[in-house]
């Protein structure tokens, strides 16, 4: 049988450490607050002989981290956002790694095919738009021409990465006018070059 309820660990030394009150006035909550963390399992805490509770300061540390990265991520209006939207998962994981890498003040967030991509953009609202043609249930023509068909959309910057020729792009109509078109494999110099301009003009826009 588990002797320590859920959320409270075997005792750290003293010194990393803390009271319920003290991890209340480090996160900015009551104490009841800093229980409810401990129960549901955010705070590593204990108790000790006499009954009293412990918090891990390393937990509330990791606690607060947590916080301010979700914060930044939600809410951080000098961020450029990138969405990514490729059917292949693991195309889509590699321009999260090599954008992730260049260390620029964006985030991004990605999408398996046009139909996902439009509830993102209604929601978020993106700067910077990087998307396949080929995709199912709806193709990237279909997505673009509906997309563009939003005027409070045109002024994000889209750009096409496909592995298919400009003749069969042509073929399939074209692209709406001012989209950039790459071609696979993905030109992660020039990507890189592209999305460091649109960071760039945000910053100066809100300056």
């Known amino acids: 049988m588990d002797d320590h309820p859920h959320g409270e660990v075997a005792a750290p030394a003293p010194e990393e450490v ?31 002989q006499g009954g009293h509770r412990r918090v891990s300061l390393e ?16 809410s951080d209006p000098d961020l450029l956002t990138v969405l990514i939207v490729e059917d292949d998962e693991s195309l889509a994981g590699l321009y999260q790694a090599r954008i992730k890498a260049w260390e620029l003040p964006l985030k991004t967030l990605t999408a398996g095919d046009g139909l996902e991509a439009l509830l993102i953009i209604e929601r978020n609202r993106p700067d910077v738009l990087i998307t396949d043609l080929r995709m199912q249930p709806m193709s990237g023509f279909e997505f673009l021409r509906k997309l563009r068909s939003y005027p409070e959309f ?54």
């Open 59 to 74: 937990s509330i540390q990791a606690l607060k981290a947590r916080r301010v990265a979700g914060l930044r991520a939600r």
């Open 154 to 207: 045109n002024s994000m910057t889209i750009i096409v990465v496909t592995g298919l020729s400009d003749d069969e792009v042509a073929a399939e109509g074209g692209l709406p006018k001012g989209v950039v078109l790459y071609h696979k494999p993905a030109p992660f110099e020039k990507l890189q070059g592209f999305i460091e301009a649109s960071v760039l003009r945000k910053q100066l826009a809100q300056s």
């Open 18 to 48: 803390c009271t319920t009150s003290e991890a209340a006035r480090l996160l900015g909550v009551s104490n009841t607050s800093v229980q409810i963390m401990v129960e549901r399992g955010e705070l590593q805490a204990w108790r000790t």
